[in-house]
């Protein structure tokens, strides 16, 4: 029941798989414990992830409607900081797209390689899309491959604002995607400061590739559900941490 659960979802707490088994929560992590030596499951910060299709993008359908209300505070919070006539940069993350739904039009740049980013902010007069072009990636509505990247090279913006896979306090900032990393890893590169959209379902979890260290990233923007000792040891490596 473990299993079927965490491969439904991707990843679930020990919270809620205690509720949801009628058990108690340290019989929970002793069933996880088993299951990932078993090699079933692999356990994550409080709670663990479905080994399926690891290395596989999330479809943007699915990412759209998971942990929504998190996502569109931590969108709120984002927002904010945005100040007229910024050049910013927006990753194809759902986060993201909660951005582009709410940014006041006012005058901005935008450099995206997200289709739905794009689309959201053209009805928005004083707002310039810049769009990377690339190879079209159908599950993630989204600009991937060389082109894309070779075209971010030729920019520079005041803030990029990226979400992502997994949030661990030792191997940074991880994405299941290789492709969509080099694309975060390239908008990381030209951005004075890079903001971290990830909800707390991320964190203790180490994806496929790795897209930044810590030295790499300025402010994380979570929800208030994040672990606060994991949210410490961000602070101690300078991170700003804002929860929305």
């Not at 069933?31 to 994550?44: F, I």
């Not at 910013?88 to 759902?94: E, H, K, M, P, R």
């Not at 739905?116 to 928005?124: F, G, P, R, S």
Request: hydrophobic share 40%; glycine share 6%.
């Amino acid at each position: 029941m473990i299993v079927r659960l965490v491969n439904e979802r991707g990843s679930m707490r020990v919270s809620e798989l205690s509720e949801m088994c009628s058990v108690t929560e340290e019989t929970i992590r002793r069933d996880l414990d088993k299951l990932e030596q078993a090699g079933r499951l692999k356990r994550s910060h409080g709670g663990a992830v479905s080994l399926k299709d690891q290395q596989t993008e999330t479809p943007y359908s699915e990412r759209e409607i998971l942990h929504t209300e998190e996502k569109k505070r931590i969108a709120e919070e984002a927002v904010k900081v945005i100040q007229p006539h910024d050049r910013i940069a927006l990753d194809a993350s759902s986060s993201a797209w909660y951005m582009a739904k709410i940014v006041p039009d006012i005058p901005l740049t935008v450099l995206t390689n997200s289709v739905k980013v794009a689309v959201e902010l053209a009805a928005k007069e004083k707002i310039e899309v810049i769009s990377t072009g690339g190879s079209l990636s159908a599950r993630s509505l989204s600009f991937i491959g060389p082109l894309a990247e070779r075209s971010l090279e030729l920019y520079h913006v005041d803030k990029a604002f990226i979400s992502c896979k997994g949030v661990h306090p030792r191997r940074g900032v991880s994405e299941s995607n290789e492709l969509q990393a080099r694309v975060k890893q390239k908008m990381i590169g030209l951005a004075d400061r890079v903001y971290l959209l990830a909800d707390s379902s991320k964190f203790g979890i180490q994806a496929f590739t790795q897209v930044a260290g810590w030295e790499a990233i300025d402010t994380v923007i979570t929800d208030g559900k994040a672990p606060p000792e994991l949210l410490g040891k961000l602070r101690e490596l300078s991170v700003q941490v804002i929860q929305a």
